[in-house]
């Protein structure tokens, strides 16, 4: 099946920066639309960052001008940069792909990987 493995979580400090990577296999990854959520303990899920398959992107206000979404569709691998990290960034991140063809939405998700931004 589907297979999506996030990368790069880690400690951090206030200020930091960190590059995050999902893989993904057995997938046709070009035709999926690429997100990056999070979810922070005691929050919802929370859409941090799309990139579609043409390369459009969109953020999440609360990221715009510190994280940056990219894809590389020879390597089935998205990427999610995160500098000038805040504490308020802790959460653990999760990749998506999703796609929608003949009124069906095919998604799915990764296990997640932990970022904590802290002193």
């Known amino acids: 099946q589907v297979q999506l493995v996030e990368s790069g979580g880690d400690l951090v400090q206030p200020g930091g920066s960190l590059k995050l990577s999902c893989a993904a296999s057995?997938?046709?990854?070009?035709?999926?639309?690429m997100g990056w959520y999070r979810q922070a303990p005691g929050k919802q899920r929370e859409l941090v960052a799309a990139i579609t398959t043409t390369g459009t992107t969109n953020y999440a206000d609360s990221v715009k001008g510190r994280f940056t979404i990219s894809r590389d569709n020879a390597e089935n691998t998205v990427y999610l940069q995160m500098n000038s990290l805040k504490p308020e960034d802790t959460a653990v991140y999760y990749c998506?792909?999703?796609?929608?063809?003949?009124?069906?939405?095919?998604?799915?998700w990764g296990q997640g990987t932990q970022v904590t931004v802290s002193s």
């Open positions: 057995r997938i046709i990854f070009s035709i999926y639309t």
């Open positions: 998506n792909a999703v796609r929608r063809s003949g009124g069906k939405e095919y998604s799915y």
